[in-house]
């Protein structure tokens, strides 16, 4: 069933989630395209990789780690701990912490041309050193005749920089060559319904079409997120008359 909410669901803004609904949602947005533009366009999942080393007191949730490790105990006989014991002590560096985020490339099938990038953004993306990373690569973007979609389905975290945007809880843009420094904007509200986007194609042809709604529900069913993310409140906080509206929508438990 689709999500309860009329556009963006706020429960699926919490960040141990979002790397899940990232990623599936960046899939089902290729899905989505893939028979609009074929067989005149390849549409590609590419990875940017964020790596950071962090001091060990900071405890903020990045991305997922790989592997588990436990805490055991008697795995080394008292007996035996004096024998073991390193003849040069030695000290390792920060811990280094890997994230990667997927994004589209529409390219040309002709001859793999990038015609389009498509962003969807994450909280790394809005904070730190990952922000001016992502910024960087935006700029490259727009210095090139590649256009650029960048979607933001967060409340939280830091704008990124994009004037003319009015008051609104999300927002689209998209940035083509022939119109640049100029961009259209969707402005989205939490109550609105996720709007469907333009996606350029080649400048004689009529751009492909992207319902970030209905990827939304696609991914909302496939991933069975009414099963479990309603147990708490969203992340960030709805204000209250939003709280107030969106308390009857929310699932029983």
Wanted: hydrophobic share 40%; with cysteine; proline share 12%.
């Amino acid at each position: 069933m689709p999500s309860p909410f009329p556009g963006m669901d706020p429960y699926l803004e919490q960040a141990d989630l979002w790397q899940d609904v990232h990623e599936t949602m960046i899939t089902a947005a290729r899905a989505f395209l893939v028979p609009q533009v074929r067989p005149g366009y390849i549409v590609r999942l590419e990875e940017q990789i964020y790596i950071r080393e962090r001091p060990e007191d900071e405890q903020e949730l990045v991305g997922t780690a790989d592997v588990a490790v436990g805490r055991g105990a008697g795995l080394v006989p008292a007996a035996a701990e004096a024998t073991l014991v390193a003849p040069v002590r030695g000290r390792l560096g920060a811990a280094v912490e890997e994230q990667r985020l997927s994004f589209i490339e529409v390219r040309d099938r002709r001859d793999r041309t990038v015609i389009t990038v498509i962003e969807l953004l994450s909280p790394s993306n809005k904070r730190g050193e990952d922000r001016v990373q992502y910024l960087a690569k935006r700029d490259r973007l727009l210095a090139s005749p590649v256009s650029l979609v960048e979607i933001d389905l967060l409340r939280g975290g830091r704008r990124l920089p994009v004037e003319g945007l009015p008051q609104c809880d999300y927002y689209a843009l998209v940035s083509q060559p022939g119109e640049r420094p100029d961009v259209g904007l969707w402005p989205i509200r939490l109550r609105d319904r996720l709007p469907v986007l333009p996606i350029p194609l080649r400048p004689a042809e009529p751009p492909a079409r992207l319902d970030l709604q209905e990827v939304l529900h696609r991914v909302y069913d496939e991933a069975g997120f009414a099963d479990h993310i309603y147990a708490g409140q969203p992340d960030p906080p709805l204000r209250p008359e939003d709280a107030a509206w969106a308390q009857p929508l929310v699932p029983p438990p």
